[in-house]
């Protein structure tokens, strides 16, 4: 079992930056790639990066150029720095890691003001 938690949401003006982050516990070996995922209100949820264990990453064009997701292995910890913010990133983001089995973790909420 792999248990994955969100943290650093938040408000943000416009323009701004948040960093989250998603904490890897259990099982974590057989995690080979985590990935951001999004939901807006209304909206289904869509794909935004990902790494695998080898440090590849792939975004979304939504978030090119303005997100980017690394991994600390030794913290078993992946995060999204997201720059340049817009009201459209509005959403609850959701850490997913992928290999033997899938996870989620529950969620954490980042609100872009105008």
């Known amino acids: 079992q792999v248990q994955l938690v969100e943290s650093g949401g938040g408000l943000v003006q416009a323009g701004g930056s948040l960093r989250l982050s998603c904490a890897a516990s259990g099982s974590t070996f057989s995690i080979k790639t985590i990935a951001w995922f999004r939901q807006a209100p209304g909206k289904e949820r869509e794909w935004v990066a990902s790494?695998?264990?080898?440090?590849?990453?792939n975004y979304a064009d939504s978030v090119k150029g303005r997100f980017t997701i690394s991994r600390d292995n030794a913290k078993n910890t992946v995060y999204l720095q997201m720059n340049t913010l817009k009201p459209e990133d509005t959403a609850v983001y959701y850490c997913f890691g992928s290999g033997l089995r899938n996870y989620w973790g529950q969620g954490t909420q980042v609100t872009v003001s105008s």
């Open positions: 790494i695998n264990d080898g440090g590849s990453t």
